[in-house]
């Protein structure tokens, strides 16, 4: 099973649809999460970590299952901005490692 | 403003050239990183450092090195370049942090080599 999995889509969604993308982990121990946003031919940029306790910033929500092991995010009302491809992220273990990325999911917002 | 610059946005080269990647950070990180992503197969982690003069293998370190003579600079070297490492690189740094608080990861542009 590989460290993180993700749906690669595309998910084709119209504006303002609300879209949501899992992730599934392999390590249990795993520490920390993130979800990192890459716009086409550009570098991947931090969107936002997950907690335990899940967090919201705007329309965007991030959950955390540790017993399923996935992590989830949820985009509201989609913009036509929010079209790229979202990288979810694992530390697998505590202290400094290298942080495990998902192959990404990719999003296309259709006005 | 956080900044990570690569030395070159795009190279081609010959097989069996060498090839430097540069990079160099101002945010004072103490970790660096070089990655690879392929369409289809994501980031893929060749190697990093997390203290001058220190190196480790990542997950695909084969057919490549890295220096690091200076904190702010961490190089990946291709000794003989080949066709199957063409790809976009992206070298990466994050603050030191310590438990399970991982400092974010700040990319650069990218370098995308082609070798013929």
């Known amino acids: 099973r590989k460290e993180v999995e993700q749906d690669p889509g595309p998910f084709n969604v119209p504006e303002g649809a609300t879209v949501a993308f899992n992730c599934t982990y392999s390590n249990s121990a795993s520490q920390s999460f993130f979800w990192y946003r890459q716009d086409c031919r550009k570098e991947p940029k931090l969107l936002m970590s997950?907690?335990?306790s899940g967090n919201e910033d705007g329309r965007f929500t991030a959950q955390l299952n540790r017993a399923s092991q996935y992590i989830s995010l949820l985009i509201r009302d989609s913009k036509l901005s929010d079209s790229a491809t979202y990288l979810c992220?694992?530390?697998?273990?505590?202290?400094?490692?290298?942080?495990?990325f998902g192959k990404g999911t990719r999003l296309s917002v259709i006005a | 403003d956080v900044k990570v610059t690569q030395s070159s946005r795009y190279l081609v080269k010959r097989t069996g050239e060498k090839v430097f990647l540069e990079c160099v950070q101002d945010m004072d990180h103490e970790n660096m990183f070089w990655y690879r992503q392929d369409p289809g197969l994501g980031l893929r982690l060749i190697y990093f450092s997390y203290d001058v003069k220190m190196k480790e293998k990542g997950d695909i370190p084969e057919g490549y090195s890295v220096s690091r003579e200076k904190k702010e600079r961490f190089s990946l070297i291709l000794e003989s370049a080949s066709t199957n490492q063409t790809s976009m690189y992206l070298c990466?740094?994050?603050?030191?942090?310590?438990?399970?608080?991982?400092?974010?990861?700040?990319f650069g542009e990218g370098s995308r080599l082609t070798v013929l």
């Open positions: 997950v907690y335990s």
């Open positions: 992220v694992v530390v697998p273990f505590s202290g400094n490692t290298p942080l495990v």
């Open positions: 990466a740094s994050s603050l030191f942090t310590s438990g399970s608080d991982t400092g974010e990861l700040f």
